[in-house]
């Protein structure tokens, strides 16, 4: 069986496999495999991106490369230098072989690009195995190896002995990018969209700020938000798209292919910056959100603190043991600590939730539960008792006692002593 690859360079080679093939590895290799559509169609919006510099473009990239015309047209674009002669009508198989055989020998004589295990039959009988080693060969060289990124002026070339091969020369510039993260391929580690979403907020800071929250389960929803803002923000076209880019057989050269464009995007005037906000920062304190000592009928108080969680608005919302909302006065302090300063009246005994939520996200320990007492003076829930009190036994000159009971009133026990 004849299958194809890439080495560690990224150069494209084919070879002959000795012995049986697993059905696996059989289904794997197939035209119709998940990674192959992938990278087809990562390689032929990769290939039309440059090629509308010529005003010209491909549907097909088994078959549309193989007169030549569009695969010297995509050269020029990409070298920047124009071929003195080529057959602009090539009618015939010779006259295809012909324009063929000069974009290759433009690569390698004049480029430098060493071009393995193809040559122009193979374009011009629309190999598409070999074709798409081509293209990747191209995109190695033009979109990988040769640009220099910022940040990596010290990095060895790729072709300097013992220097990274371009994909780790990519990687490593995602990993720098990507701190909080670890990446550590280009396949699984996109799967979920919250790497995406963290590598266009670290290109475009506040494109993606909130890309920590998202939840990992929803991985188009997260990857088609971010490749969006890219696009029309960092102006990052989607050669892979979204559901692309979440497949679990993605494909790690068309990954390459995408977010190689990452380290020369520039951020677009007017994009949509929101500054990151970390409700994990923030700090609510103060009698009103204790377990116990709130009084219905009083007022209650507490403080939220924001100075350390970005940017963003407090909202809080008291419920009463009925399941009522109750309100809640939030004002801005506008001081050091950037506070708040809230307070609500409770109208009856009971059970309180208090749900304190900064940028539209909860705060830690929220929702507070907090046990509402009798109110402050309730005359009829306080008792007392003792000698002190009785209609007899009390004699003149000796200390008597009595003592005051005002259990759900919110005051403690009070012990009196009197003299007679």
Known sequence: MLTDGYDDNGDYYSAECEGDEMPATERELAEDAQWKVIQKNTFTRWTNEHLKQANKSIASLEYDLSDGLRLCALIEVLSGKKFKR???R?????????????????????????????DSTDIVDSKLKLILGLIWTLILHYSISMPMWEGEEDMPVSDAKDGPTPKQRLLIWVQNKLPELPVRNFTTDWNDGRAIGALVDSVGPGLCPDWEDWNPDSGKKNATEAMDLAEEWLEVPQLIKPEEMVNPKVDEL????????????????????????????????GPGLEPEGVCSLAPAYFTVETFSAGRGEITAQVVNADGQAEECEVVF???????YSCS????????YTVTIKFAGKEIPKSPYKVKVE??????????????GLEATGVQCGKKTYFEVFTEGNCF?????????
Do not use: C, W
């Open 254 to 285: 068309s990954m390459m292919t995408y977010l190689s464009q990452f380290p020369n995007a520039k951020l677009k005037p007017g994009a949509p910056l929101r500054p990151r906000t970390n409700p994990a920062r923030v700090r609510a304190y």
């Open 412 to 420: 403690p026990l009070y012990h009196y002593n009197q003299h007679s």
């Open 333 to 339: 302090n506008n001081d050091r600590n950037l506070t």
């Open 90 to 118: 090539p009618n015939f198989r010779s006259q295809k072989l012909e324009n063929v055989t000069t974009a290759l020998k433009l690569l390698e004589e004049d480029e430098g690009i060493k071009i393995v295990n193809i």
């Open 374 to 387: 009798g109110a402050a003076g309730d005359a009829e829930k306080v008792t007392a008792e003792g000698p």
């Open 86 to 88: 080529i057959n602009k």
């Open 344 to 351: 609500y009246t409770p109208s009856m005994e009971g059970e």
